[in-house]
T-cell receptor, first 119, second 116 residues
């Protein structure tokens, strides 16, 4: 079973508008971290934002915010005021706590969402 | 933020050649490095986990004799694709991290490998 599910293969958004990229996850661990990465066409992976499983407040980093709903196991990324440079692949990922065993602490990635910002 | 350097960025070589890719953490000591492979328009697929001073742990289906990983120091891990063939052509990307699972992994810029 997929541990990270991103149901939107592609999304379009108008420049200056906000967009939400969906992510749901599956884990039986109580302790884990959720991450979003951006991958432009050049290939590098850019870390955007982090949400811990015990964090009560939604994470924010500049124009990025994470809508964390723990009971629903969702961690959606919200990008406000979209810019042309936001066009890229976006990956949701989870890192489970290796101290519980079974995890090496590696990131588990979703399939990604390709965001295209229209001028 | 933390910087991870991956070299080379591009490799084009003949079938049968062995290719070494280096991954260096420049400003922190990476106890663990991960190697991923990415096919076009797909997600990152974990190949192996590399811990300093110990043997790498390979994911199921990854040939350890084909993809040799060495993590000789806290700042350097290498992936050697031995006797590369066209089917090994792909985008390879490394990441480095510390044991704290709440910390992000920091990625190199990746290596595009083309085997002719």
């Amino acid at each position: 079973a997929q541990k990270i599910t991103q149901t939107q293969p592609g999304m379009f958004v108008q420049e200056k508008e906000a967009v939400t990229l969906d992510c749901t996850y599956d884990t039986s661990d109580q302790s884990y971290g959720l991450f979003w990465y951006k991958q432009p066409s050049s290939g590098e992976m850019i870390f955007l934002i982090y949400q811990g499983s015990y964090d009560e407040q939604n994470a924010t980093e500049g124009r990025y915010s994470l809508n964390f709903q723990k009971a629903r196991k969702s961690a959606n990324l919200v990008i406000s005021a979209s810019q042309l440079g936001d066009s890229a692949m976006y990956f949701c990922a989870m890192r489970e706590d290796p101290s519980y065993g079974g995890s090496q602490g590696n990131l588990i990635f979703g399939k990604g969402t390709k965001l295209s910002v229209k001028p | 933020g933390a910087v991870v350097s991956q070299h080379p960025s591009w490799v084009i070589c003949k079938s049968g050649t062995s290719v070494k890719i280096e991954c260096r953490s420049l400003d922190f000591q990476a106890t663990t490095m991960f190697w991923y492979r990415q096919f076009p328009k797909q997600s990152l697929m974990l190949m192996a986990t590399s811990n300093e001073g110990s043997k790498a742990t390979y994911e199921q289906g990854v040939e350890k004799d084909k993809f040799l990983i060495n993590h000789a120091s806290l700042t350097l891990s290498t992936l050697t694709v031995t006797s590369a063939h066209p089917e090994d052509s792909s985008f390879y990307i490394c990441s480095a991290t510390v044991p704290d699972f709440t910390q992000p992994q920091h990625f190199g810029d990746g290596t595009r490998l083309s085997i002719l």
